[in-house]
């Protein structure tokens, strides 16, 4: 999966016109935390927690084309001179029945800056 845009305005000032944006780092953490503690009432007080977290990176590629060719990414996406890390909860319903990069690709389309963003129909196995 790859997400096509009209353009894309890069940290470096330079707009990218039809770029093709893959999720090129992903990573999950499923971390679950116990507390337990007596009350006031010597009663246990048992706390859970925990989330289930997907953070990404985006490259951009000069077009989907460049992809298939096997050519680098021109850059990945910034805030200024930092890469944007992106970071979802996969518990949450609206990720349900999704493998963690479907539903980071599923985020990614809710977010204004990537509204105009078309799924690629040529880049189906990243």
Partial sequence: MALNMPSIDMASGITVNNPCLVISQLSTSN???????????NELAIVEGGAHICTFQLSVFVS??????????????RDGYNIHIYQIRLEDEL?????????????LKTLDEYSTATESTEITTI
Avoid: F, K, W
Avoid at 31 to 41: R, V
Avoid at 64 to 77: F, L, Y
Avoid at 95 to 105: C, G, K, L, N, V
């Fill in 31 to 41: 971390n679950l935390s116990l507390s337990e503690t007596l009350d006031n009432s």
């Fill in 64 to 77: 989907e084309q460049a992809i298939g060719e096997d050519r680098p990414p021109i850059d990945q996406v």
């Fill in 95 to 107: 990720y349900t029945d999704m493998t963690p990069r479907e539903a980071a690709y599923s985020y």
